[in-house]
């Protein structure tokens, strides 16, 4: 009885070495001959499927489930197109769809030169494109001028790692940059528009130095691997008058551009009364297009960092003069080299860490206040040393004022905590918003009762602001922690 088997023949080329991969990938171009079901195919497909797959394409796709009868086919990973698996047609056809796949790369800028990891695909040749795509990508990365592909240096290192590495210009450096921005500024169109839920905005808006105003709105949002995501979509110079009109316009402008004005959960602002107003035109315009949930009721969203920079700033109005004391110490400390020496030799003589380092405050941003306190009652000792030796120093804190800064930093490091956690960008805090607000309104109730009529003083100060802007709590923030297990319904009651 005859086999269909196949039996291998050994052949000889000569001449030039023939490349088998290449000529696979090249047939896997050409429709499979159709042949006759027999045993000995079913038995070809089934070895295809049991073999170890080395290539590191497979890292990219995923085999699918397969009849006895029929060929293996894989799935990309990334947008799900289809192929022939079949160990007879090569690997050619999945390297080149991993060239073009549309879903293939979703880093920023700074990711794509991170992420040269050791499953790439990629040829070991020398690629112009590749590498200009990359050099652009440092100079975003570092903030580099572009004159930076024109350094003597730089280039001399470009030429030991390839010899005839072309030299571009930093003019043509911009053109690259320009055509980087505008395609990662449609790849983040594509993956706006195909987020699963909607996306929510943050914004500030600040003064330079220069008097130049700037604007930076920011998306947070989840997308289909269920992954929060936060994207700068604007950063730009805002020009005079900055009123609530033409910060409406701006904004609603920006998300036009974006398209996604019909996706819009909420908008997190700070309180100003110009955000009142823009706010409130923005969500008349896309309650008109009939673009929010539940009738904008959970539009607006007041920054609960900036709020309680609000409640913390009307206290520290009361210890002025304890703060006050402590931060010229540490100016005076700061203020020549000696100086610095002297302090570091009494904190030797006291036997504490010199790598703490003393921490000046910023007065608009009282948690540099607390990081302030904190550093200075650490070195106390060092400061009473360097009283005795320098009679220079003459800002040194009375002992009561010094119990007064420990009081003050102990009742301040609730609403550092509580800050760091309404800082988070990397994971959802919306759940985490009534926990803390509950903490410090607690801590405000119990300080306005206590007997030490400064710190009394100074909490009913904070409490007063703090039941301006909180007494009447978000529904929508309520929802968050009633889904978050941890607190459920009871938690709101």
């Given at each position: 009885m005859e086999s269909d088997?196949?039996?291998?023949?050994?052949?000889?080329?000569?001449?030039?070495?023939?490349?088998?991969?290449?000529?696979?990938?090249?047939?896997?171009?050409?429709?499979?001959?159709?042949?006759a079901k027999t045993k000995?195919?079913?038995?070809?497909?089934?070895?295809?499927?049991?073999?170890?797959?080395?290539?590191?394409?497979?890292?990219?796709?995923?085999?699918?489930?397969?009849?006895?009868?029929?060929?293996?086919?894989?799935?990309?990973?990334?947008?799900g197109k289809e192929y022939i698996a079949a160990g007879a047609y090569g690997t050619g056809n999945l390297k080149r769809?991993?060239?073009v796949c549309p879903r293939k790369d979703t880093r920023d800028v700074g990711q794509l030169i991170l992420g040269q990891n050791v499953t790439s695909v990629s040829s070991p040749k020398f690629d112009p494109a590749k590498f200009r795509e990359l050099l652009c990508a440092a100079i975003t990365m570092h903030e580099l001028p572009f004159q930076f592909v024109e350094y003597v240096g730089i280039r001399a290192i470009f030429s030991y790692l390839y010899v005839d590495v072309p030299n571009i210009s930093r003019n043509t450096a911009k053109n690259d940059l320009v055509k980087m921005y505008k395609r990662e500024k449609e790849r983040m169109k594509s993956v706006l528009t195909s987020a699963p839920g909607r996306v929510c905005l943050t914004s500030d808006f600040w003064t330079s130095i220069a008097t130049d105003g700037y604007m930076c709105v920011t998306a947070h949002f989840i997308d289909a691997n269920w992954v929060l995501q936060k994207r700068v979509l604007n950063f730009c110079h805002m020009p005079p008058t900055h009123n609530g009109v033409s910060l409406f316009e701006k904004v609603y402008k920006l998300l036009s551009m974006w398209g996604i004005e019909n996706k819009i959960f909420c908008v997190t602002l700070d309180n100003a009364s110009s955000n009142d107003v823009s706010i409130d035109m923005l969500r008349t315009q896309l309650i008109n297009k009939k673009a929010l949930v539940c009738n904008g009721e959970f539009f607006h969203l007041r920054c609960c960092a900036h709020i309680l920079n609000l409640v913390?700033?009307?206290?520290?109005?009361?210890i002025d003069?304890?703060?006050?004391?402590?931060?010229?110490?540490?100016?005076?400390?700061?203020?020549?080299?000696?100086?610095?020496?002297?302090f570091y030799e009494s904190v030797k003589q006291m036997d504490l860490d010199g790598k703490k380092g003393l921490r000046q405050d910023v007065p608009t941003r009282w948690n540099s206040t607390f990081l302030m306190l904190q550093s200075a009652l650490y070195y106390r000792r060092a400061f009473q040393h360097l009283e005795l030796t320098d009679y220079n120093f003459k800002h040194f804190p009375t002992v009561d004022e010094w119990k007064k800064a420990k009081k003050?930093?102990?009742?301040?490091?609730?609403?550092?905590?509580?800050?760091?956690?309404?800082?988070?960008?990397?994971?959802?805090?919306?759940?985490?918003?009534?926990?803390?607000?509950?903490?410090?309104?607690?801590?405000?109730?119990?300080?306005?009762?206590?007997?030490?009529?400064?710190?009394?003083?100074?909490?009913?100060?904070?409490?007063?602001?703090?039941?301006?802007?909180?007494?009447?709590?978000?529904?929508v923030l309520a929802i968050a922690v009633v889904l978050d297990p941890r607190y459920k319904l009871p938690f709101i009651d």
């Open positions: 088997e196949m039996i291998p023949i050994e052949t000889k080329y000569e001449g030039e070495d023939i490349d088998l991969e290449d000529e696979l990938d090249e047939v896997a171009e050409l429709p499979p001959p159709k042949k000995s195919k079913s038995k070809t497909s089934n070895k295809d499927n049991k073999r170890r797959r080395t290539s590191h394409v497979w890292s990219f796709f995923e085999l699918l489930p397969t009849k006895d009868e029929e060929k293996p086919t894989c799935k990309c990973k990334k947008c769809h991993l060239g913390v700033q009307d206290g520290l109005k009361e003069i304890v703060v006050q004391k402590i931060r010229e110490s540490i100016k005076y400390v700061r203020g020549s080299q000696e100086r610095k020496k002297s003050i930093k102990k009742f301040l490091a609730v609403f550092y905590d509580a800050t760091l956690v309404f800082f988070g960008t990397k994971y959802p805090t919306a759940n985490l918003y009534f926990p803390q607000v509950f903490i410090v309104y607690f801590t405000l109730k119990k300080e306005s009762d206590i007997e030490d009529e400064y710190m009394r003083k100074m909490a009913n100060q904070m409490l007063m602001k703090f039941e301006k802007y909180w007494i009447e709590f978000s529904v």
